[in-house]
């Protein structure tokens, strides 16, 4: 391999023939690696897809064209992609990533679109040392790896000097009183040997940075702000080719500087430079050191000290990645993430500037700007009016999250209830969360008995979330309900009265009754001469006959019954998230369900069994044939069967579901 040298500035870039190039085609099915083209997924149409505005692609491909790696954690919903030093994780359906030891925040989440990985494509490329081009007229996406950066002075006096200070600061913080003083001392006497030499701008910010720091320590602060202003004119001057060399150190700058104005009095410029401290990268670190800085003591608990530490979303017991702000000591969020993860229906009308939502007979209006609402057509007084953030509404990705409302307020209208408590948002990082959920009065269950009335669902569940231990609650966020809405529709239900008419026709006129009415017309005739006269004539009679035959004496006094109320039991919890329920009527409605199966069946594995031959004559499908679905359903119902967490393993078949 040919190496060649070039020269950029004091900067060295080395140039390679062995860098990656990966290009691919808005709806096209194939990826060009290095010149060579093949389809992304051979035997499958999969392609980039637009979403929101935003560029999503299938990223294990991409990643192994680069030469590197992608792994999958189905428990977590958790991608991890590695490329040479670089390591980015993200999680299916959050806006967060972990960039190495970084958190960052996502534009738009990952998701899994027709059963394949896809992921915001420039995020993913820019944060693994790629460049990514786009050719608008051809629809072209280019992703280059970029050369490996090295620095001509890696041995130079000036970074050594750095390199001490900083195993000073190290040092200092461990002590107390004249010791750490001494310390800091010595930091800024080094400082100052170092200035008085000609150094580059790269290191002249850091060794003003530190020697700030070192100033504000010992109580110095005229002569800490001047040194600390200095830093921050070279760091802000310098070429946006070096910006992420020291993103962590500019945090360290923008707090500390922050710190400074607010010993000033400088509030409004302070809070700024802490917001930027926060943005940049590593900058989370300093949240911790902010909450118990008593240079903020005075802001504390206030709106100004809420938006900038950040404030989660809990619902349920489920944390939210959507954006708490804080206004007149009221907490607003999302208009959408609020209402549709409580199963509300929800509008905005641009040109009343009103938002409405309804759920179970239940009306609420606001109006943006205005702290009056209605409910029920009935005016009632908000603490804080709803914001419209102009800057986002216009965005289409961002559009959803432009209008903000009092998330107490809401909740509490629909029977919601509100709590504060604080909730680990990142690891070591402890955050203040407003929390809804459902009140305990409305549980009349007991935990158990919750967790018996979901397990005949245990395999439904594992399907989608990959995890055997679910308990007896509901995941309620807007992804979530959005998605069980459209899957409620393949049922026929797009209302709560459509429920009502789905929950009577499983019980009165499901497969079972079809299976019945079946096994009293075939009582006492020769089903195999029957098979003979429909073998040519019509398949599906003589499938139907055939399942009949092998399965009648298993069926015997049971019918079908398993799958028609494991149908109910999912229908019945995706129509509460959905909206169309209660919490009260989905439990009760599953428990009479959960008593027929129980009365009907004498374990878990019997009634996984007939749950399966009732998919198996629904679907007309055959476990027996390794392509089917009732084969990878019998596969995964002994997966489940055998898993020691699982609810088939976990909560006894017998217990005691009451009267």
């Known amino acids: 391999m040919m190496v060649f040298i070039g020269f950029i500035g004091n900067v060295h870039y080395v140039k390679a023939d062995s860098l990656n190039s990966i290009t691919l085609q808005l709806d096209s099915p194939y990826i060009t690696v290095n010149g060579v083209q093949k ?25 192994e064209g680069l030469g590197g790696t992608v792994s999958w954690d ?3 919903q958790r991608i991890t992609i590695t490329h040479k030093e670089n390591t980015v994780i993200l999680w299916i359906g959050k806006k967060e990533a972990q960039i190495n030891k970084y958190k960052k925040e996502l534009e738009i989440e990952p998701r899994i679109i027709d059963g394949y990985t896809m992921v915001p494509f420039r995020f993913v490329a820019e944060n693994l040392r790629c460049s990514v081009g786009w050719n608008e007229k051809a629809k072209t996406i280019i992703i280059r790896e970029l050369p490996p950066r090295q620095d001509a002075n890696a041995i130079s006096l000036e970074k050594e000097k750095i390199a001490t200070i900083e195993k000073l600061f190290e040092e200092a913080e461990k002590l107390k009183g004249q010791a750490e003083q001494e310390k800091y001392k010595e930091i800024i006497q080094i400082s100052d040997e170092v200035l008085k030499t000609n150094i580059k701008d790269t290191f002249l910010w850091q ?68 917001r930027l401290a926060f943005k940049s990268q590593g900058g989370r670190s ?79 209006e606001l109006r943006v700007d205005s702290k009056t609402a209605k409910v029920d057509g009935e005016e009632v007084r908000l603490k804080a009016a709803p914001i419209l953030i102009e800057k986002y509404y216009n965005d289409p990705v961002l559009k959803a999250d432009a209008i903000l409302i009092p998330i107490e307020f809401i909740a509490e209208t629909l029977g919601q209830q509100v709590t504060w408590r604080e909730v680990e948002a990142y690891k070591d990082e402890i955050w203040p969360a407003i929390q809804i959920s459902e009140p305990k009065s409305k549980y009349k269950y007991t935990e158990a008995q919750r967790k018996w009335v979901v397990a005949p669902s245990a395999n439904q569940y594992y399907v989608n979330y990959s995890i055997y231990d679910a308990t007896g609650e509901h995941v309620r966020f807007r992804p979530h309900v959005i998605t069980l809405r459209h899957a409620l529709e393949g049922f026929g239900i797009y209302s709560r009265d459509d429920y009502f008419e789905a929950l009577d026709s499983f019980k009165n006129q499901g497969d079972d009754q079809a ?141 005691d579901l009451g009267k």
């Open 286 to 364: 300093y949240v911790n050191k902010f909450r118990t800085d008593p240079v903020f003591t005075a802001i504390k608990n206030t709106d100004d000290y809420y938006n900038l530490t950040g404030v989660r979303l809990v619902i349920d017991d489920n944390q939210s990645m959507t954006k708490v702000t804080l206004k007149d000591g009221t907490a607003l969020a999302s208009y959408m993430e609020v209402g549709e993860s409580l199963g509300a229906f929800v509008k905005f009308d641009e040109f009343t500037q009103t938002i409405t939502m309804t759920k179970l007979g239940k009306k609420i």
């Open 74 to 76: 189905g428990k977590e």
């Open 515 to 655: 299976y019945r009415a079946l096994e009293k017309e075939l009582r006492g005739k020769d089903v195999q001469q029957l098979k003979k006269v429909f073998e040519k004539k019509d398949p599906e009679v003589l499938r139907v006959l055939t399942f009949y035959e092998k399965n009648r004496e298993a069926l015997k006094d049971k019918g079908l019954i398993a799958w028609d109320y494991w149908r109910i039991i999912i229908i019945t919890r995706w129509s509460y998230i959905a909206g169309y329920l209660t919490l009260e009527e989905n439990y009760d409605i599953c428990m009479d369900a959960a008593k027929v199966l129980q009365k009907t069946y004498s374990s878990w594995e019997e009634l996984a069994e007939h749950e399966l031959l009732g998919f198996e004559f629904w679907s007309g499908q055959d476990r027996e044939d390794e392509k089917s679905e009732a084969y990878l359903i019998d596969r995964l119902n002994q997966t489940i069967l055998r898993n020691e967490k699982s609810l088939w393993r976990t909560v006894p078949w017998n217990l």
């Open 207 to 274: 060794i003003q940075y530190y020697k700030g720091r070192a100033l504000s320590e010992l109580g110095m602060n005229a002569e800490a702000m001047q040194s600390m202003k200095s830093a921050l004119e070279i760091r802000q001057a310098q070429v946006d080719s070096e910006s992420k060399l020291y993103d962590e150190k500019l945090a360290g700058l923008y707090y500390y500087y922050g710190r400074l104005l607010m010993i000033e009095g400088k509030k409004s410029d302070a809070l700024e430079n802490i």
């Open 39 to 63: 389809e992304i997924v051979p035997g499958k149409q999969v392609k980039p897809v637009v979403y929101y505005g935003r560029t999503l692609i299938p990223i294990k491909p991409v990643i």
